[in-house]
């Protein structure tokens, strides 16, 4: 690639329109992601409707500056008033918020604010790195490794997005069978519509996705009549001035803390269905680990905000290198943000990068560019958050619904379209109460197409089944969908049941087969690290007479007794 | 063995798989193309019947440790269809429970087919100052409140969604001049 798709993104994402577009994705997303109950997915899915008249680049970066704003916007109401705006902040609250009680909350907002800025570069840098690499190795996929990611991808969501795995896998399956309803991509056949002619065009991706998620998540938010009726926020809290300086200097002297939250971050918005929610605990976490004072945590320390805010910037980076690189989104925004590609004829794949070169750099310089923005916005969406968190509930709540209905008209100026999000409104609100997790529905009605087309492809180009496990990617992605399927038991039952034992040896000798498998130099080496690595384990089980390790709790309370 | 919430779920999980796998029996076949239409949606009504067939099991297994230990709660949630032991049980908690989420519906509904009619600028003022009034407090001071967010925010939206994005919204029979 030239340098002319690079200049020519430079000047799309620079020109002054989207500029504008810009600030009021950031001020939205930073605004959405400081209210409780709002999450940054329903502030990325509300957000589509506006795009689909704009370009390509203009959509996708104003929703970059709404996820990059929404990330950035739980600190804001953690910090100030103790509770979370977004699960991707829950563990800034655990320094941020005794920081600010210790009488410091413009170095505490500072914190914040510069470790997210400098988390989300890092994760930039990693993405641009990383993003056309990991797509040379897709164009290594045939169809059937590609299936074979649809069901790793769907696995892992559904083991990682609930407690019951079961309702999980069940959650994936219903949105892989709502994408099989109405006119068949591959032969143009009917299918499930019951008679009913309308249903014959099937339901669209994105009023699904909207019914499902942000119509369910409104009528939750206002389920307690009393609850609805109260401020967003009963607090105190006003404006303050943010230290921009003393913040730079701590997060300066947090630099390894920093780099590693930020590669936590990256690798977590990597792996499907694992976003920022996950991240900025196993950083805070790691953190603690590490620090020389980890007594401080929990108490104010600039390190417990360092960590789960850079990990939750970076995350995004993660979740933009999947979907460019592979076509496969990880989690919820990415779904969103795949959707607003295909409403500009875009398909997401291995050959995204090479073939839409200027929009994938207009991406790149965006998710760069959004972030300066953040910093820039806080200080003066600090005031607009404090006007909004002391609005009721309801209110937003009666608003947002019929906007949710005007937006999903405007898709395709379909009044059916409505119907669909209203139907698929009850479904998630119904499923939900029910504990159904929703991620791995929409990720099932999103990937079902993919996975379908490319099980027709697979079984077009050679009949041959035992393929799906002779090719070493799909047998990959298959070993990891079935290891990440078991791997809620094995977390349940570490301390308990000898099997656990064995969990991670098998796992690393199975994950080698494919890797020696696939030919080279380097990943027959890893698959060799594997091996070694997996004997090492067995060996030190075996020295230690297949002992079961004991939990940390229970070490402390045998050493107390 | 009592029947619990997730065991009623369960068993509709299945019902819903009969029926599909019934009506993918009406999918018309295809001379062409290198994969019938009916095989993907039955691989994962397969899948989905032998999760369901766990998920039942897993639930009857529940309620019969529930039978052991907490039979009262697990009658409760059958019941109640909500989560045992939490405020008043039968219908009429239910109802008060869901009575937020049920009157968004049922205005929602109510919208919807009127929207032929009233349009989606006057239908939608309508149906958002409905939503405030039937959520928010009694009181006939916020009627005017609510009157103005109404108006001003729907006026809003649509003004953009019209003029700014240039989508034709419904203009309801009561204003089509063509």
């Known amino acids: 690639m030239g340098f002319e798709p690079l200049i020519g993104a430079f000047g799309e994402v620079f020109s002054p329109y989207n500029l504008g577009l810009m600030f009021l994705g950031v001020t939205a997303g930073l605004i959405a992601g400081s209210i409780p109950g709002f999450t940054i997915a329903?502030?990325?899915?509300?957000?589509?409707?506006?795009?689909?008249?704009?370009?390509?680049?203009?959509?996708l970066s104003t929703m970059i500056g709404v996820f990059v704003g929404g990330l950035s916007g739980g600190l804001m109401a953690g910090m100030l008033t103790g509770i979370p705006g977004t699960p991707s902040s829950v563990a800034t609250v655990f320094d941020g918020f005794p920081l600010v009680r210790r009488g410091k909350p413009g170095l505490a907002l500072g914190l914040g604010v510069w470790?997210?800025?400098?988390?989300?570069?890092?994760?930039?840098?990693?993405?641009?790195?990383?993003?056309?690499?990991?797509?040379?190795?897709?164009?290594?996929?045939?169809?059937?490794?590609?299936?074979?990611?649809?069901?790793?991808?769907?696995?892992?969501?559904?083991?990682?997005?609930?407690?019951?795995?079961?309702?999980?896998?069940?959650?994936?399956?219903?949105?892989?069978?709502?994408?099989?309803?109405?006119?068949?991509?591959?032969?143009?056949v009917a299918r499930f519509d019951f008679g009913f002619e309308p249903i014959e065009q099937g339901f669209g991706f994105l009023p699904v996705l909207v019914g499902l998620f942000a119509f369910s998540q409104l009528l939750s938010d206002v389920q307690d009549r009393e609850q609805a009726r109260r401020p967003l926020m009963e607090s105190s809290a006003r404006a303050v001035r943010v230290e921009h300086l003393a913040a730079i200097k701590i997060v300066a002297k947090n630099v390894v803390n920093l780099f590693r939250s930020a590669f936590i971050g990256v690798f977590t918005g990597i792996l499907p269905a694992a976003?920022?929610?996950?991240?900025?605990?196993?950083?805070?976490?790691?953190?603690?680990?590490?620090?020389?004072?980890?007594?401080?945590?929990?108490?104010?320390?600039?390190?417990?905000?360092?960590?789960?805010?850079?990990?939750?910037?970076?995350?995004?980076?993660?979740?933009?290198?999947?979907?460019?690189?592979?076509?496969?989104?990880?989690?919820?925004?990415?779904?969103?943000?795949?959707?607003?590609?295909?409403?500009?004829?875009?398909?997401?794949s291995p050959t995204f990068i090479s073939d839409n070169a200027q929009l994938a750099y207009g991406i790149f310089v965006a998710f760069f560019l959004a972030h300066f923005i953040m910093v820039f916005m806080q200080a003066f969406c600090l005031r607009a958050f404090l006007m909004i968190v002391r609005m009721p509930m309801y209110f937003l709540a009666s608003v947002i619904l019929?906007?949710?209905?005007?937006?999903?008209?405007?898709?395709?100026?379909?009044?059916?379209?409505?119907?669909?999000?209203?139907?698929?409104?009850?479904?998630?609100?119904?499923?939900?109460?029910?504990?159904?997790?929703?991620?791995?529905?929409?990720?099932?009605?999103?990937?079902?197409?993919?996975?379908?087309?490319?099980?027709?492809r697979a079984v077009g180009t050679n009949d041959d089944l035992t393929l799906f496990i002779t090719r070493p990617w799909s047998l990959f992605f298959l070993i990891v969908a079935l290891f990440s399927a078991a791997f809620p038991w094995y977390q349940r039952n570490i301390g308990k049941m000898r099997w656990t034992l064995f969990y991670i040896p098998v796992a690393s000798l199975a994950l080698s087969v494919p890797l020696i498998m696939m030919g080279g130099v380097v990943r027959p080496g890893i698959g060799l690290l594997l091996i070694a690595y997996a004997l090492y384990k067995l060996y030190r089980h075996h020295k230690a007479g297949w002992a079961l390790p004991q939990k940390a709790g229970d070490k402390s309370a045998a050493e107390t007794a | 063995m009592s029947l619990n919430r997730d065991v009623v779920v369960a068993l509709l999980l299945l019902l819903l798989c009969g029926v599909f796998f019934w009506e993918s029996g009406n999918i018309q076949l295809t001379d062409y193309g290198q994969l019938d239409s009916t095989v993907w949606p039955r691989i994962i009504l397969g899948a989905l019947l032998i999760a369901s067939l766990v998920y039942l099991w897993q639930a009857l297994r529940g309620a019969a440790s529930e039978d052991a230990g907490a039979a009262p709660q697990a009658a409760a949630g059958a019941a109640g269809g909500g989560s045992a032991g939490t405020g008043p049980g039968g219908l009429a908690g239910w109802i008060s429970r869901y009575r937020n989420a049920l009157l968004c519906y049922a205005l929602f509904l109510t919208f919807l087919l009127t929207l032929p009619i009233l349009g989606m600028l006057l239908g939608g003022i309508l149906f958002v100052f409905a939503a405030l009034t039937a959520l928010g407090r009694p009181s006939l001071k916020l009627v005017p409140l609510h009157a103005a967010i109404a108006v001003g925010t729907v006026g809003a939206m649509w003004a953009v969604f019209t003029f700014g994005l240039r989508v034709f919204l419904p203009e309801g029979v009561l204003f089509s001049f063509q």
């Not at chain 1, 329903?42 to 959509?59: D, H, K, Q, W, Y």
């Not at chain 1, 991808?153 to 109405?182: D, H, M, Q, R, Y």
């Open chain 1, 42 to 59: 329903m502030a990325v899915v509300l957000t589509l409707p506006f795009t689909f008249g704009l370009s390509a680049v203009e959509g």
């Open chain 1, 115 to 188: 470790s997210s800025f400098f988390g989300g570069i890092i994760s930039a840098v990693v993405l641009v790195m990383l993003a056309p690499q990991l797509a040379r190795i897709g164009l290594e996929f045939g169809p059937w490794d590609f299936f074979a990611l649809v069901v790793f991808a769907l696995t892992i969501t559904a083991s990682l997005s609930g407690e019951n795995l079961t309702k999980g896998i069940i959650a994936g399956l219903l949105g892989l069978l709502i994408a099989t309803i109405g006119e068949d991509e591959v032969n143009g």
């Open chain 1, 275 to 348: 976003g920022g929610s996950i991240s900025n605990i196993l950083a805070y976490d790691q953190a603690k680990k590490a620090s020389k004072n980890p007594e401080a945590f929990g108490k104010g320390s600039p390190e417990g905000i360092v960590a789960p805010e850079a990990s939750n910037n970076a995350t995004a980076g993660g979740a933009l290198i999947t979907m460019m690189a592979l076509g496969i989104p990880g989690d919820v925004v990415t779904a969103v943000m795949l959707g607003a590609l295909l409403i500009h004829n875009v398909q997401p």
């Open chain 1, 402 to 456: 019929l906007y949710t209905a005007i937006g999903v008209f405007a898709l395709s100026n379909l009044t059916y379209d409505i119907w669909v999000l209203f139907i698929f409104g009850i479904v998630g609100y119904v499923l939900k109460s029910l504990g159904f997790p929703l991620a791995p529905i929409i990720l099932g009605v999103v990937l079902g197409h993919i996975a379908e087309l490319n099980l027709s």
